[in-house]
Structures are given as C-alpha cells and as structure tokens.
C-alpha cells in the first residue's frame, strides 16, 4: 500500500485568533533566542562558520507581516479541515490551514503515537508575530524563531511520488526574506518512516539569509531521553548566552533526560562533521520517535521546559490542566538557532527528512555509557533505514520536486502570486495562481500596473504594506498622496533609514482624511528616539482622531484596541494617569475586559495612588493570552502592588530565567 491522501475534519476546542493587528510592527523583535550581550556574540570556542552565521543579516522587525495578538482563552469545539496520508505502516495528519503543522504520526502495527498531540487548539505569543501553538511537527523558516506561517494557510496539492504512489505537497512564499518554499510528504510501500523532502530556492539576483528549524513535539516522561551523535553541545537559556557544555552530564545532571533540568534550555548538539544526522526520542522502554535526514540539515537541538514552576505552568498555558508535558526534538539548516545561513542568488537549499518509530535496547538506552548508548541507537536507526537509502531516496525525490500538482487541494496567501507576477518568476512545482489575489493584494496591484495606489473606496484602517527593495522604489515614483506617504515611510523604515520614513509621514500629514495611522507612526518614532512626552503627545491626538472616525465592524475594534493598548502604555511612561485614563474611558467594554487591558488598568490604578484598586484587578483575576514568552511584566507589576508572593493562577508569568539573571 502506496500512499494515498484524503481529506478529513478535525473537532477540537479552539480559541479564535481574531482579527490581525492591524498597526504596523515598527518596534524591533521582542525574541527571546538573541543573545543578550553583543561583545560576547563571537566566542573563541566557536567554529568560525557559526560566528559568522549569528551575525549574518538578523531581523528588526516582522514587517511586512501583521501581529497576530486579537484571540483570547475562550475554546469552543471547531471544525478543523486536514489532509490524511496512510499507507499500511504510518497514519499521518496535517493541517493544511495553519501552516502545513504535521498533527498526527501514528504507527498502526504497535498502536502508538509518535508525537506529542495537543488536545486544544490554543494560541500563544510564541512566534515572531504572536499567535503560536505547541504539539506535532512544525515547519520553521524566516528567521530565529517559531515561523509567522503558524496560524496561516499553505498551498496544498497531490503531486506523483517517486515510487508511483501520491505525496502531499505544502507550499508557501514566506514574506519575511521574500523566499519561496515546499514541503513534500510520502509514504513509501509499507514503510514505516514518512518521508518529508524540503527545498528553500532564492529567485533573487541577491544573496537571502535562510534560516530553517523542523520542530518535532514528543511526549516527555521520567525516563524519557533524547539522543543525538554528539559529545558536546551549545547550551542557550532566557539569561540569553551561548556556552558549549559535555553531553550527556554537565552541571551535576544527565541534561539529555527534558526532566532533569529546572529551567528551559535549549540544547544544539555539536554533530561531527561527516556524522549521520539524526536525534531520538526514546521512553523507558526503549521506544520512541527518531528523525534524521541527508547531511544538508546539519543541527540537531534539544528544547525541555524543565522541571520548575514556570515551566510547567507554561505547558498548562499552551494546552489544558491534566495534559501530557513535551520537549522539542529539531532539526536545522545550521548549528543553533541564532544563525542565518546565506543562500545565494538564484540558489536553492534541498533536502530529506524522515520521521518514524525506533526501538532500542533499554539497558544501553538508559545506561550510564553515553557512547553505547548513542551508538546502539544509531545501530538500530542503520538497521531500520540505512543511511544510503535515505540518500537514495533523496536522489530520486530531486526530479519530482519540480512536478506540477495534479490535484489541488487548499488554497494560501495571493502574496506569492504578486512575487511571481512582479518578477516574471518561473518556480516549476510550485504554482502561485492569479487566481490567489484578494482584497490585501489590490492596492499593490494598481501600484504594480498604473504606478499609483488607489484611494480607498471606504474608510478603513490601512492595509499591510509592502517593504521589500523593488515595492519601496515603486512608491518613492509614485504620485505623493497621503496613503502613499505612509505606506513609503513604513517601507524606509524597515530598511533602516528612519529619519526618512519621519519625514514622509509628515510629509502625509496634512491632507490626510484619516490622520491617527500616520501620528501613531510619528509617536512610534518618538518613543525610541527617547522622547516619550513628545510620543506622549502624538499617541493622545492619535486616539482621538481614531475616535472621531471609527466606525463598527471587527477591523474597528481591532485598530481601537491596538491604538488603545499602544498609547496607555506611553501615556504612563510619560507620567501622564489623567490622559492614561481618558484612553482607557473610550475603550469598548468587550475590550476593556481582555487580560491585557486589565494589567493596563492595574497599572492606571497604581499610576493613581491606588494600589488597593490595583490589587482589586489581581484578586479579581485574569489572565493575559497573548503574553509574550519570557515577558515578567505581571510579575513586576505586582511587585509594585505588594511584596507578597505573586498567586498561583499567574505563574505562567513568573520569570522563565534562572535566579542568577
């Protein structure tokens, strides 16, 4: 049995993501994998391929891409579309509309799942632009990071497999180095590995930095190990620094067992160059999941959570009280997570992966011999799947990867398309149809073919804006309207030249009929140049005029409630509560109810005098779905409140990093 793709529906209790944000993301990244002291980026221990790659071309912001931070906690039952690939062996799940997830790999002949499977649907401030979820095996490309695609639709479609059977194509233009990419899926004949062949391709005359991680969630447990070819590792945690550390033992415990650590880590393993790739996940009997791949995929990493209070309290956020904890097995284009390796122009990166269940002698598993313990896995993984059937099997993908889907099945972003259609593009296998076009790609497609943007037909919050080189030099030619001026500022300041985009939003200023996307840019600007009474000053003008002009419907609230939460917290650090509060007076009750309108309210009552009000907020309780991972904002705001303990139901906000930080 060959493979054969089918559609299905998934049930499961789902918070809504709600409406994107729709204020542009100017402010730099708020991640937490960047180290924290830059003199100490390049340490003398580091090969010199790796030094060179933490530096290379790192993001400032997401744009052009949206903030996804509108959902809330609230789950209800939903119907979820997904796509099923079975052959005798392996039953795989995916999901199609929320970037290409692997759900699912479930091994019939021992009834087992080989992933960690997430019972909820619960978005989580995770990703580069917000909303993220844990569980299966997710796609990361763009940049250090969980990829901006999680809450978004792929391109989806059967394409022939190289053995004669069907494979499941995913693909996607990812917007953050305007890169396309496809994943393939297949099941050989009765085997019990799934295969997954990945090509990243640079259509550019321009070197693009490539950043690529294939995360794998796996049920943690007591004598759950983790196993990778390496004797070393590069250890990184939230005080944000990279050291090289022994495996299996450092620090006084056997860290390659996700239960035997405190605090979240990640673990890169320094693979030796000509090694076989590959990382397991194996429980006390000896069983488990394994990944390897062809030698492109270099890195190999360990994520646990750890075994203290905030780590299990984070793992309670991202499912339900009661849920089996995970770790991450990855796989990357690079040594660690903080690198981005240069792709050159007209380039691709291509390789193969392969997921399946490995079963291994439990006493050299869990034995005290690190060598024995690697090497009979790896024995067990070469008896499985050789290594040169992997390499085979990548040989004979490489020509399917430009076939032609012949089914198509899902629908993602019209992005792509615009690319293609601006660049002349040919990409063979991966069809990014006109057909694609929506709302968002309309006013880009009169830039494209009339040189200007047209002018709204109603009044609504502006759309996303484009930043790459080749749109930024279509709008600094095209005719100086408002909405033109604002957008061209957004684009320079994405490339980095702020004074620029200061002026071309003052520049739209005065004959704009809609004024607050433009001051709230301005008060953007202001508040990291290190003026907060002048950002103060334009966020305060920017709410009214948002006032005066909103009208009702989803976007509405969503541009009042980004605009709302923006100017509160400017208006408090400039010491101003009276104006803090006449905000907060504005703001729909719906909105005000959020977890992070009621930190802002505490923080108004605190800005007042009234830490007795404040603490009314926290007895009251509440919880703040979209806060950032490793953010301690609540935390400190309760420390300002009261020198007790902060309660229990807020201890996903305790601070993630060790005492010493």
Known sequence: MATTVRRSVLTLPAA???????LPALRPLDEVHTLGDPAGRVREDMPRDMARQIGHQPLSTVLPVRILDGYGRERTPSDLDTFVLENSRLRVTVLPGLGGRIRSLFHKPTGRELLYVNPVLQPADFALNGAWFSGGIEWNIGATGHSTLAFAPVHAAVVPAPDGGEMLRLWEWERLRDLPFQVDLWLPEDSDFLYVGVRVRNPHERTAPVYWWSNTAVEEGTRTRVLAPADSAW????????RRVPVPEWDGADRTYPLRGEHPADYFYEVPDG??????????SGQGLVQTSTDLLRGRKLFLWGTGRVGRRWQEWLTEPG????????AGLARTQLEHVPLEAGGEFAWLEAYGPLAADPGRVHGDDWRAAREEVARRLETALPRATVE?????????????????????????????????LKLPGTPFPESTF?????PWLALLHAGALPEPRR???????????????????????PLTEYHLGVAQWHAGDRAQAVRSWERGLPLAPSRWPLLRCLAVADR???????????????FDDLCEERRDGEHWVAATAALGREAITALLAADRPDAARAVWDRLRDPVRARGAFRLLEARILLAEGDPAGARAVFDAGFEVADLREGAEALAEVWSRITDDPLPDRYAYAYRTRPPSC
């Open 392 to 424: 085979k099997a990548y040989a004979a993908w490489r020509p399917y990867a430009d076939a032609e889907p012949t089914t198509s099945l899902a629908t993602g972003s019209g992005w792509g398309a615009l690319e293609v259609l601006r660049g002349n």
């Open 275 to 284: 090694a076989r790739r590959w990382i397991a996940s194996l429980d006390a």
């Open 235 to 242: 250890h990184f945690g939230y005080a944000r620094t990279l």
């Open 323 to 330: 849920t089996a904890g995970y770790a991450e097995i990855q």
């Open 16 to 22: 809504p993501l709600g409406q994107p944000n729709p």
């Open 438 to 442: 929506g709302e968002e790609q309309a």
């Open 459 to 481: 009044v609504v919050p502006p759309g996303p804006t484009l930043v790459a080189p080749h749109w930024r030099d279509m709008l600094e030619t095209a005719p100086a309207s």
């Open 528 to 542: 990291l140049a290190g003026n907060p009474d002048r950002a103060a000053d334009l966020y305060a003008e920017a």
